[in-house]
């Protein structure tokens, strides 16, 4: 229907994506570009050494409805976008900027080396409605977000703070190494409802999160050898080997306070997600694999080669 570059002279990675209802594209990334091509942009010039960018493309992909960059000084990447039924726009994504964009912020300076962060852009795209840091005193990165139907954003990432802002945790501390983060943010952007480690004592990173029409979060995503890593009614619940990698799956409940379910997923090898989606039917994780042991209805049984894909 349309295919087009996006960028300027630089490097610019596109990371997230949505549509809204009319059919235009939102797109988010990262440009390291001072002549990345804006359209009625909040910010019209790149501050540091790489930003984030947003774009909205109109229906047909040939027109920018507007286009700007986001980002302070140091270097900033926009990770994933969701929308809300007015067409504000959600993105999450990591800062090392001391003075990122912030408004009406819940966090209003980095909490270390690099923090995740969360922007509602307004549907002109000419305003922020809010913007905040969101993280610790390490390494904090933003990876997914999502939506319920009161506009309470959904958060998602990997951090490596022992300080991670927390409220009610399922978990309350670092279990080691990096875990994942699950956060749901109020729809002022002022406040959170619950925020929450979720890891072994290993490496934990989440590819994904949604949310049910019911408050219920999933988020999906990979650990490397994290013993701990926390199960609950689980098809799987332990690392398929000692070393390497397994997929998991991981449901919480509208109140933040338990697991609906958490499980792992993967077989000898490495098994790791690196897509999620879910609807009202379940949940979706797609991913390369060296021996699955998905064969409920498998289209294909066996692996046919090194590492093959699987749904």
Request: glycine content about 16%.
């Amino acid at each position: 229907v349309y295919s087009t570059y996006h960028g300027g002279t630089a490097d610019e990675n596109g990371s997230g994506i949505a549509v809204d209802s009319a059919g235009s594209a939102y797109l988010v990334g990262d440009t390291t570009s001072t002549n990345f091509p804006t359209a009625s942009p909040f910010q019209s010039t790149n501050r540091g050494s790489g930003d984030t960018f947003l774009t909205k493309f109109d229906t047909t992909g040939a027109t920018l409805t507007y286009s700007t960059y986001l980002g302070g000084t140091d270097y900033d990447t926009g990770s994933k976008i969701a929308l809300d039924t007015a067409n504000n726009a959600y993105i999450i994504g990591s800062t090392f900027s001391t003075n990122f964009p912030t408004a009406n912020a819940r966090q209003g300076t980095i909490g270390g080396l690099e923090d995740a962060f969360v922007t509602k852009m307004n549907a002109a795209g000419s305003a922020l409605v809010y913007s905040t840091y969101h993280g610790g005193s390490g390494y904090d990165v933003g990876s997914g977000i999502a939506l319920d139907t009161s506009n309470n954003a959904y958060l998602t990432g990997m951090t490596g703070s022992t300080n991670f802002p927390t409220v009610s945790p399922l978990q309350p501390a670092n279990a080691g190494g990096n875990d994942v983060f699950v956060s749901k943010l109020n729809a002022a952007g002022s406040a959170l409802v619950y925020s929450t480690y979720l890891g072994g004592s290993g490496l934990d990173a989440p590819v994904g999160i949604a949310v049910d029409t019911s408050g219920n979060a999933s988020i999906g995503g990979w650990i490397y050898t994290s013993p701990g890593f926390p199960v609950a009614n689980a098809l799987q619940s332990i690392q398929s080997e000692s070393v390497g990698y397994d997929s998991f799956v991981t449901k919480i409940n509208a109140a933040g306070n338990g697991f609906v379910y958490s499980t792992l997923l993967g077989g000898v090898g490495s098994d790791s997600a690196n897509g999620f989606a879910s609807n009202a039917n379940g949940a979706y994780l797609v991913g390369g694999a060296t021996s699955f042991p998905g064969t409920t209805g498998a289209v294909q049984v066996l692996n046919a080669g090194q590492s093959d894909g699987f749904v």
